[in-house]
């Protein structure tokens, strides 16, 4: 069965001391949540380590936002994977749209990106989306679909199976603008869709594929009860405890 996730990127906020007593009320409240819904926070890289460690012992799993196209070296500025798994993270955010417009993420990147985090044991988290011209024009499934081929398919199976994915339309990102949960099924059934046609049906059923984009306690119930919705990637609201836990909460 494929995991139910709510993962909350906190983006670029909160000192270390606000996201360390962030942590510890989502670690606290979360005794509430039901217990198959996974938990992940993805603090700035300056927290990881005090996060990591405020959490330890809870169910609530830390994630980085982003990691280095390089394993080591004269790098300045990157953070290479194996540093973020060796600080407490088990998950890595790759490929944010943010990312890509505004740091040139290029496909070719986020493979190099993704096999290292995946040989450092670090769970990406895929992130996917069109922006709005390319919905307007009826290009998002060619968006979304070419951003699945260049990176997540340059990857064998076993490597793949490890990937979770988060649809995120740009145009819903931080606009307080939501997916109706039409046009979130309609394209996360198109991803599970090309999953099955590239890895195979089993393959495509294993993978958790996760709704962001303006996602708030009061739509997140409706979306996670769409069939090929598995969770939700947060931002806004993942900056506050209750409607962070209030969303985990909706399934
Ligand atoms: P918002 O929930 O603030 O729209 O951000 C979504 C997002 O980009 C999560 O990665």
């Known amino acids: ?74 790098y300045t500025g990157e953070v290479a994977a194996s540093m973020i798994a060796g600080a407490g993270c088990r998950y890595v955010i790759l490929g944010h749209s943010e990312r890509r417009q505004y740091y040139g993420e290029t496909s070719e990147k986020l493979v190099k990106k993704m096999r290292l985090a995946l040989a450092e044991g670090l769970k990406p988290i895929y992130c996917v989306g069109e922006k709005l011209e390319e919905r307007n024009a009826g290009n998002h499934f060619a968006v979304v679909g070419a951003q699945l081929a260049e990176v997540l398919f340059e990857l064998t199976p076993e490597e793949a199976s490890k990937v979770v994915i988060a649809y995120e339309p740009v145009w819903a990102i931080g606009t307080g603008v939501t997916a109706t949960s039409a046009q979130a099924q309609e394209i996360h059934a198109f991803i599970r869709g090309s999953l099955a046609g590239k890895f195979g049906s089993d393959f495509a059923e294993e993978i958790s594929i996760l709704y962001g984009g303006s996602c708030k306690p009061s739509n997140a119930a409706e979306l996670f009860a769409c069939p090929d919705i598995d969770g939700g990637l947060i931002g806004g609201a993942s900056l506050k405890a209750e409607d962070f836990l209030a969303i985990a909460k909706s399934y």
Do not use: Y
């Open 1 to 74: 069965m494929r995991r139910k996730i709510v993962a909350g990127n906190w983006k670029m906020n909160t000192s270390v001391a606000e996201g360390v007593a962030l942590a510890k009320a989502v670690a606290a409240g979360a005794i509430e949540v039901p217990s198959d819904v996974d938990i992940i926070i993805a603090p700035p890289f300056t927290h990881i380590v005090p996060v990591a460690e405020a959490v330890a012992g809870s169910r609530i799993a830390v994630s980085a936002q982003n990691c280095a196209d390089e394993p080591k070296g004269a």
